[in-house]
């Protein structure tokens, strides 16, 4: 089973503010890592696929990067609605996995 | 615009069997290159795999669920549905019904929006 770890666990952002969260895969999985968003009492949201891959009616100042083992999902000039957990996920091999989360705080 | 739908119920006793449907509309799960499948969620675990099932029947199960698992599909009723038997209460969380491109590598890009299973006496 590919193990994902995120990191940090945890992050409290000032608007405006660009952050960074890393995703790293146990072996590689080429591109088959997306991204969610999720917000309380909310299913997750798919935000990037294919590892870079931006979606239709996703805010452009997300976006992702990496290959391989090592995964960012960046978010440029936070705004308070951002505030949520972040999951990577990989579907490169069964059983599909997660990373444990990032949960963005807003300060 | 498609929606996804869980249903069951939301308590089940420990060592019996969690049952689940989920209703798809707005496309129809005979439709090919989609799987349709099952994640859940625990504060403890956070997201897990459950397993998938394409509109042949077609299978796809997590390693540590697989001998108490069972996912099927109801094309005449445009449901699939999820049997996990035997549960403890680490079979406690919210179950998410989802779809996926039967593709390598694709993402999740439909989720339901989970229901509550609490296993207890």
């Known amino acids: 089973e590919i193990v994902l770890t995120q990191s940090p666990d945890f992050q409290s952002v000032t608007p405006k503010e660009k952050v960074t969260i890393a995703c790293r895969a146990s072996?590689?999985?080429?591109?088959?890592l997306h991204w969610y968003q999720q917000k309380p009492n909310q299913s997750p949201k798919l935000l990037i696929r294919y590892a870079s891959q931006s979606l239709s009616g996703v805010p452009s100042r997300f976006s992702g990067s990496g290959s391989g083992t090592d995964f960012t999902l960046t978010i440029n000039g936070l705004e308070a609605e951002d505030a949520a957990t972040y999951y990577c996920?990989?579907?490169?091999?069964?059983?599909?996995?997660f990373g444990q989360g990032t949960k963005l705080g807003i300060k | 615009q498609l929606q996804l739908q869980e249903s069951g119920p939301g308590l089940v006793k420990p060592s019996e069997t969690l049952s689940l449907t989920c209703t798809v509309s707005?496309?129809?799960?005979?439709?090919?290159?989609?799987?349709w499948g099952w994640i859940r969620q625990t504060p403890g675990k956070g997201l897990e795999w459950i397993g998938n099932v394409y509109y042949t029947g077609s299978t796809n199960h997590s390693p540590s669920l697989k001998s108490r698992l069972t996912i099927s599909v109801d094309t005449s009723k445009n449901q699939f549905s999820l049997r996990v038997t035997s549960v403890t209460a680490e079979d406690t969380a919210v179950y998410y019904c989802?779809?996926?491109?039967?593709?390598?590598?694709?993402?999740?890009?439909?989720w339901g929006q989970g229901t509550l299973v609490t296993v207890a006496s």
């Open positions: 707005g496309t129809s799960i005979s439709r090919t290159n989609y799987y």
């Open positions: 996920h990989q579907s490169s091999s069964l059983p599909h996995t």
């Open positions: 072996q590689s999985i080429g591109y088959a």
């Open positions: 989802t779809r996926q491109l039967a593709v390598p590598g694709s993402p999740v890009e439909y």
